[in-house]
Nanobody, 120 residues
């Protein structure tokens, strides 16, 4: 029902910036909670930032003040603006879309991931 395609990853020096984009298709974007997750080699996937349908955001402590999540429902797109990047931000970043379709049923979709590497 939903396909997610991430873009914007790449190689950046410490202190640099990147903007990740995730475009959703196949359903009504505005009904989903959206999130960015990341997974570094040998580590568990972790939530980086999330945004609700109404625009409420939350961030991992490690990125708060540096990263900003936003969404454009008209474009079915969620963004992650990443500033002041650090080597420890290096990971594969994944876009996630989630909604409850009933009291015990959900839709949960993931993008393919985009690599972010922060290195001198």
């Amino acid at each position: 029902q939903v396909q997610l395609v991430e873009s914007g990853g790449g190689l950046v020096q410490p202190g640099g910036s990147l903007r990740l984009s995730c475009v959703a298709s196949g359903s009504i974007f505005s009904s989903y909670r959206m999130g960015w997750y990341r997974q570094a080699p040998g580590k568990q996937r972790e939530l980086v930032a999330g945004i609700t349908s109404s625009g409420i955001t939350n961030y991992a402590d490690s990125v708060k003040g540096r990263f900003t999540i936003s969404r454009d429902n008209a474009k079915s797109t969620v963004y992650l603006q990443m500033n002041s990047l650090k080597p420890e931000d290096t990971a594969v970043y994944y876009c996630n879309a989630f909604r409850a379709t009933g009291w015990a049923t959900t839709n949960d979709y993931w993008g393919q991931g985009t690599q972010v590497t922060v290195s001198s």
